[in-house]
């Protein structure tokens, strides 16, 4: 069974750094799939940031040489390191894997585990 669990959410202001971290339990990310999701209040789940067996990374263009997705192979753990925090950025940030097909990262139906999530807040 698979198990995400993320940390490293947090408040900052805005300009400012956080590092989120997914470790994973019953799943390789080196050898599968996995990506950061996040979500505002009253908006839909969206795609920040995502690869396929840590080849080629992809980006949602809002985060675009601000965010960096990385993958330590040896601690089986994904990171996520956020700078320049905007405002926009605030949301619940969750970790996915385990995907049914290597087409369209960003979808959320793509994905069959999830973790809990981690807040991230960024006051202007």
């Known amino acids: 069974q698979v198990q995400l669990v993320e940390s490293g959410g947090g408040a900052v202001q805005a300009g400012g750094s956080l590092k989120l971290t997914c470790a994973a339990t019953?799943?390789?990310?080196?050898?599968?799939?996995m990506a950061w999701f996040r979500q505002a209040p009253e908006k839909e789940r969206e795609g920040v940031a995502g690869f396929y067996s840590i080849g080629r990374k992809y980006y949602d263009d809002t985060v675009k040489g601000r965010f960096t997705i990385s993958l330590d192979r040896a601690e089986n753990t994904v990171y996520l390191q956020m700078t320049d925090l905007r405002p926009e950025d605030t949301a619940v940030y969750y970790c996915?894997?385990?995907?049914?097909?290597?087409?369209?990262?960003?979808?959320?139906?793509?994905?069959?585990?999830w973790g809990r999530g981690t807040q991230v807040t960024v006051s202007s």
């Open positions: 996915a894997s385990s995907c049914r097909s290597r087409t369209d990262w960003s979808r959320v139906s793509n994905y069959k585990s």
């Open positions: 019953g799943y390789t990310f080196s050898v599968g799939c």
